[in-house]
T-cell receptor, first 111, second 113 residues
Framework: DAKTTQPTSMDCAEGRAANLPCNHS???????VYWYRQIHSQGPQYIIH???NNETNEMASLIITEDRKSSTLILPHATLRDTAVYYC????????????FGTGTRLKVLA | NAGVTQTPKFQVLKTGQSMTLQCAQD?????MSWYRQDPGMGLRLIHY???????DQGEVPNGYNVSRSTTEDFPLRLLSAAPSQTSVYFC????????????FGPGTRLTVL
């Protein structure tokens, strides 16, 4: 099963871009990279996912390196409401589908 | 659409008691899963199901049982609660393809005394 490694915590100034890195060096060719975030004690919320091309939606951008061993989630203009724990997840396929969460990055957006 | 619902929101048990955490989804999703989250930790997969009648173990299955008799419901049973099972429990669902996002319920906060 592919594992992910993320920094424990990061700070970002409000209005600036937040760049959250993730390493997934053992990812397989057909596995996707997902990003979720968890605000306080709520259930995690989906942000974005991708296979090998860069992706963008209304919430964020996802940059995946060409070798697919790492990725970066970009929140282009961070607000105080983006303060949360961000999880990078690689979809695991072992005959069926399993999602393994890592420890995540605690992002604090500073006023 | 109610999405993913979980009951109860809060529960206090004594050691050795049994209970069932309920999870239901109205999105006709095939895939459902249960996670636990201990204070300051990430989510850990307990059990998951890829359809009615099919379940499998995740990272931390010991002490928990599941069944999936319908597409909509995926209850989690604690047969003999232990203090180590004090945690927040999240249920999630998604479509069959692994490209689909997971939708999470609001969680059940369980305390075992």
């Amino acid at each position: 099963d592919a594992k992910t490694t993320q920094p424990t915590s990061m700070d970002c100034a409000e209005g600036r871009a937040a760049n959250l890195p993730c390493n997934h060096s053992t990812i397989s060719g057909n596995e996707y990279v997902y990003w979720y975030r968890q605000i306080h004690s709520q259930g995690p919320q989906y942000i974005i996912h991708g296979l090998k091309n860069n992706e963008t939606n209304e919430m964020a951008s996802l940059i995946i390196t060409e070798d697919r061993k790492s990725s970066t989630l970009i929140l282009p203009h961070a607000t105080l409401r983006d303060t949360a724990v961000y999880y990078c997840i690689v979809s695991v396929i072992s005959g069926t589908y399993k999602y393994i969460f890592g420890t995540g990055t605690r992002l604090k957006v500073l006023a | 659409n109610a999405g993913v619902t979980q009951t109860p929101k809060f529960q206090v048990l004594k050691t050795g008691q049994s209970m069932t955490l309920q999870c239901a989804q109205d999105m006709n999703h095939e895939y459902m899963s249960w996670y636990r989250q201990d204070p300051g930790m990430g989510l850990r997969l307990i059990h998951y199901s890829v359809g009615a009648g099919i379940t499998d173990q995740g990272e931390v299955p010991n002490g928990y049982n599941v069944s999936r008799s319908t597409t909509e419901d995926f209850p989690l049973r604690l047969l003999s609660a232990a203090p180590s099972q004090t945690s927040v429990y999240f249920c999630a669902s998604s479509g069959t393809s692994h490209r689909n996002e997971q939708f999470f319920g609001p969680g059940t906060r369980l305390t075992v005394l």
